[in-house]
């Protein structure tokens, strides 16, 4: 069987990126820190697992790396620079396609086992390898998520919650106490306030028709009383007289501000004269290399060019011909009578000679070529020149006219700016004026505005009246809220929901109660029954696959490991027969018990899902141990056509292996 991952966007790397793996085999994902062997195994885990609803599989979720969490802003799988991400596994005609985005949605196309965070995942963040490094030797969490006791506790839960205090949830482990419930005192209660509140609704209504008459008298006595209308209009006047000036105030303030603030961008522009200093500088940079350019004529320049490569042309003919006199004499025979061809020595031509002028036309040969070097260099020294003049001028020349340009245009902004900031400045003189002869006039009109209150408040028998008109109106308002709730509280008192059903009958409801005590005792009592059933049972199908692994594994240092079937502690037993704490156990020895209980997890409660992922824990135990593990590894693999995958950090660059 083979596995086809497609991954798009997953982690740091950005685009799409496929791989494939074998099933029946061990596979090894190895390569240095951040090579990208987590983003493989996290893809395995999210695309196997999801959706993922229980509370503490969602926390394992966050910790591991796939889900984000409440204080996240982004899904941690998703590329930081792209919105979306997909996950594509195919294997035994299953094809799963996860789409991620960056907020944290997740859409799939073929759910996942939640299971699988807990039975297939044997990494040092998962929640067993958790409980056993940090010594916790409570189990009760896995039997109840890989068992059907956990589904009966909800059942339970909602059974309970169904008649509030009648059925409260009860604390787990506790028996169920029908004594504790209040449903039926809830009823009586809820008679006592209906007569209560009666009481209280006729008296509150007695209150307010009595404030209701006073109201009406006030109220007769103030439309009665002699006032200055003229005053009370004066006064409406000049409020919104002096609400019109401080609004115009406040607009000419904030516009002076506003002038202030621009003159202070412009003298800061004005001043700021570093950008025409570096133009300036880098002109005169340029107008130097302009000048050095210059100072070597193109044509002069390819005079010498032409008398350099005549010379050099002299040199190699000079080259050839010793090299054409060398093959002669190399070719001339040593007998004895001969004279020399080239030198015309009179004499035996001696082995001696031959050498002798044979090094002399070497060294001549080597002089030549000397000089045919040194000619080709001054002449590609030259037509280098030539190239930077032809080609660095022009470019030059028009950089110093734009540089230029940009010299004008940053001139005339600094005195657009000196314009701008004068006309500017002549207009705060009169803004200030104006927001003077406003302050004052705001002042008259304040002063004048007190004399009329003050006016009114002579006379005081008309604002008495106002006084006591707006108290009573209060307390009526009082009144009225009070009676609102009271009618509330006589509605709320008049029946009692069951099951989501309003009874109005309080006597039925209490009968109703009476039989429901009866039947959710007797159903909480066998949910119990079930729970504990279903937790043993998985308990002990944990235990066989431990005991087995053990015996299969052929491990000496313990005895013994179990879950107690009846408070779920871890028990480790030693060669001793003795009981060892889980405290006082190695880190190497909780890491082969992590290993241990992990694998069995997986070939208890999940065999069906055909992939084991390991995250170098039995990459870290001691080599005896490591290799006994993956025999093992290799031994399930092959007999239940599992893919077992592993990582391991190397300083290689990343490396997918069968082992």
């Not at 944290?104 to 939640?114: A, H, P, S």
């Not at 019109?244 to 202030?260: F, P």
């Amino acid at each position: 069987m083979k596995a086809i991952l497609k991954l798009e966007n997953i982690g740091q790397k950005v685009g799409l990126q496929t791989l494939e793996f074998n099933s029946g085999v061990v596979t090894l994902i190895q390569g240095r820190t951040a090579s990208g062997k987590s983003r493989i195994i996290k893809s395995y885990a999210l695309a196997l697992s999801y959706p993922i609803k229980s509370d503490n599989l969602i926390n394992d979720g966050i910790n591991f790396g796939i889900l984000k969490g409440e204080d996240a802003e982004y899904l941690p799988l998703v590329n930081a620079s792209q919105e979306k991400a997909t996950i594509e596994l195919e294997y035994d005609e299953i094809s799963k396609k996860v789409e991620l985005f960056k907020d944290g949605k997740i859409n799939i196309n073929i759910l996942g086992n939640q299971k699988f965070l807990y039975s297939s995942m044997l990494v040092k963040n998962s929640r067993i390898h958790n409980h056993i490094t940090t010594g916790k030797a409570s189990f009760r969490w896995i039997v109840d998520e890989m068992s059907l006791a956990k589904d009966y506790e909800k059942i339970k839960a909602n059974v309970l919650y169904n008649l509030d205090e009648l059925t409260k949830e009860q604390e787990e482990d506790q028996p169920y106490n029908p004594k504790k419930t209040s449903k039926r005192g809830e009823i009586k209660q809820k008679k006592l306030i209906q007569k209560a509140k009666s009481v209280e609704k006729k008296k509150e209504v007695s209150d307010r028709v009595i404030l209701e008459a006073s109201q009406k008298e006030k109220q007769k006595q103030i439309d009665d009383f002699q006032f200055d209308e003229e005053l009370v209009k004066k006064e409406k006047d000049t409020e919104r007289k002096l609400t019109a000036d401080e609004k115009n105030l406040k607009d000419i303030t904030g516009n002076l501000e506003k002038i202030q603030r621009k003159i202070e961008e412009l003298e800061k522009q004005k001043n700021d004269t570093s950008e025409i200093d570096k133009i300036h500088s880098k002109m005169d940079k340029n107008e130097q290399r302009l000048t050095d350019l210059k100072t070597d004529k193109v044509e002069d320049l390819q005079k010498e060019i032409i008398e350099k490569q005549n010379l050099r042309s002299v040199e190699e003919q000079e080259k050839v011909r010793f090299e054409t006199r060398k093959q002669l004499w190399e070719t001339v025979k040593i007998e004895e009578g001969n004279k020399c061809p080239l030198c015309e020595s009179v004499g035996i031509i001696t082995p001696e000679h031959r050498k002798s002028k044979i090094n002399e036309y070497n060294k001549e040969i080597k002089e030549h070529q000397i000089l045919i070097k040194d000619y080709t260099t001054e002449i590609n020294k030259k037509l280098n020149r030539i190239n930077e003049i032809n080609t660095e001028i022009p470019a030059l020349e028009k950089q110093q006219f734009i540089d230029g340009d940009k010299i004008k245009e940053l001139e005339q902004a600094t005195k657009a700016s000196v314009d701008e900031i004068a006309l500017l400045k002549k207009k705060v003189p009169n803004i200030k004026k104006q927001i003077l002869n406003d302050e004052e006039l705001i002042k008259k009109t304040k002063q004048e505005l007190k004399l009329i209150l003050e006016e009114k408040d002579k006379n005081s028998e008309y604002q008495k009246l106002k006084n006591e008109s707006r108290r009573i109106d209060k307390d009526i308002g009082m009144i009225k809220e009070r009676l609102i709730k009271i009618e509330d509280a006589l509605e709320e008192a008049k029946s009692i929901e069951l099951f989501s059903i309003k009874i109005t009958d309080l006597n039925k409801a209490e009968q109703i109660i009476n039989e429901l005590e009866k039947i959710i005792h007797k159903s909480v009592i066998y949910l119990d029954n079930k729970i504990d059933e279903h937790r043993k049972g998985a308990a002990k199908k944990f235990n066989e696959s431990i005991k087995n692994l053990i015996m299969e594994l052929k491990f000496d240092t313990f005895k013994e490991i179990y879950l107690n079937l009846d408070d779920y502690q871890l028990k480790i037993i030693d060669n001793n027969e003795k009981l060892q704490e889980l405290s006082s156990v190695s880190g190497g020895e909780k890491a082969i018990i992590s290993s241990l209980l992990q694998i069995s997890a997986k070939e208890t409660y999940l065999s069906e899902i055909p992939f084991l992922i390991g995250d170098e824990i039995i990459l870290d135990l001691d080599p005896e141990r490591r290799d006994i593990f993956l025999n093992y590894l290799k031994k399930i693999a092959k007999e239940n056509d599992w893919f077992i995958i592993l990582t391991q950090i190397t300083n290689e660059d990343l490396e997918i292996i069968e082992i």
